[in-house]
Each structure stands twice: as C-alpha cells, then as structure tokens.
C-alpha cells in the first residue's frame, strides 16, 4: 500500500515560535494533500486542501497566515504553524491524493506549544 | 449540517461479544464512497474499508463485517468475537466526488473491549 510519512511525529515549541511539519507520499506522486487538525477525543477537521503548484484552499475559519501551507513538489507539502499559541496545540493529519477517491494518511504530528 | 452521523460517542463491550457501530451519511452526489477507519492510541488512521456507491454488498474480513444500505443511508460495521485489540476510536468518513473527493469524518465512535 502507498505510504505517507509526517515529520516530526512530536514536537513541543514555545509561545510565539514557530513549527514546520512535513508530509511526504512516500511512493507516488500526490498531487493534493489535505492537512486535518484533530483534538483530543474529536473528530478530524479539514484544515486546508493543499495542490502542487497553486496556492492552497483553506475551509472556513482556517487563518491562512497563522497556517502556511505549501506544496512544492509531487510528494511533499509542509504545514507552516507561524507564533504558535497554546491553542494551537494539537494533532495535525495529512492526507496524500493517489488516484481519486484514495487517500492514504500519515500518522500524525503532536503538537504541543508551551 | 453533519454529512456524517455516528450516534454512538462510546462503546463497551466484554471480551468475545459482537459490537456494531453506526454511520449515517448524507450526500446529494450519486458517486461517493464511504470509508471506516480504526485510530488506535497512537493516533494513527489505520485504513479498514472503502465502499463505493454503486456496490451495495455486504463485505466480511475476518472478523470485521460491513453493512451497506442506500436506503437507509448507513453504513454499519460489526466486529465479531471482539478482542482487547479491537479497542480504538473508530471513524466513518464519505468522500464525495462533488466536492473534489475530500473526505468528511464522522465524529467517531470510542470502543473498549473489556477483557
């Protein structure tokens, strides 16, 4: 099965720093990749969809520059979270787009933010 | 509105009893496809089933079993015989190709098989 890997799987950061998570589709080429922010005992929300390329698609309430998002080749989109806060504090997913309709996740980065 | 529903927030259950857990979707799309995912403690999204919507049959592996009725808009998921190991977070997800196949998650069931 295709592989999407995340680095770092845990971070911890101080107030107004901040922290660059990586997504890599391992071995295919992703066009789109998602990025899911999670909190603890929640479901999974769609942050932002990301495509190679182009300027990435935030969902609603999403603030474009506190989470930069770029992705710059086939197999690899960053997550950028810019002054980090407490609040920001959680476990962020990506997700790579194979072909239609499959999507392959990676295992999460956990963030905390002191 | 949730275009995916899973009513149960927790379940637990004795060691070797059945458990099934429910989905309830909504879409307007004729082509979707409706996933279930098993998210241990480690937090990992461990891919169990994708479904599409033109396929209505029931699929078994193992002890997993899945259950699909467009009438119903449900896809429920039954674990037999359950086992200590079965205990994660479960997600139901739909990916509609209206939206650009991004997925929607439920908000996931929480199961504890007792030993």
């Known amino acids: 099965g295709a592989v999407v890997s995340q680095h770092p799987s845990r971070v911890i950061c101080k107030s107004g720093t901040s922290v660059k998570i990586e997504c890599r589709s391992l071995?295919?080429?992703?066009?789109?990749m998602f990025w899911y922010r999670q909190f603890p005992k929640k479901s999974l929300m769609l942050m932002a969809t990301?495509?190679?390329?182009?300027?990435?698609?935030?969902e609603q309430g999403v603030e474009k520059d506190k989470f930069l998002i770029n992705h710059a080749s086939l197999t690899l989109s960053t997550l950028t979270v810019t002054s980090a806060h407490p609040e920001d504090s959680s476990f962020y997913i990506c997700?790579?787009?194979?072909?239609?309709?499959?999507?392959?996740f990676g295992p999460g980065t956990r963030l905390t933010v002191t | 509105a949730q275009k995916v529903t899973q009513a149960q927030t927790e379940i637990s259950v004795v060691e070797k009893e059945d458990v099934t857990l429910d989905c309830v979707y909504e879409?307007?799309?004729?082509?979707?496809?409706l996933f279930w995912y098993k998210q241990p403690p480690s937090g990992e999204l461990v891919f169990l089933i994708r479904?599409?919507?033109?396929?209505?049959q029931n699929e078994i592996s193992g002890r997993y079993s899945w259950n699909f009725q467009k009438s119903t808009s449900s896809f429920n998921f039954t674990i037999t015989a359950s086992q200590v190991v079965d205990s994660a977070v479960y997600f139901c997800?739909?990916?509609?190709?209206?939206?650009?196949?991004?997925?929607?998650f439920g908000t996931g069931t929480s199961l504890t098989v007792i030993p």
């Open positions: 071995d295919f080429q992703a066009t789109t």
């Open positions: 479904r599409n919507s033109f396929d209505e």
């Open positions: 879409t307007r799309d004729t082509t979707y496809y």
């Open positions: 990301s495509n190679e390329g182009s300027k990435a698609t935030y």
């Open positions: 997700s790579a787009e194979r072909d239609s309709y499959e999507q392959y």
């Open positions: 997800a739909l990916s509609e190709a209206r939206t650009g196949n991004q997925f929607y």
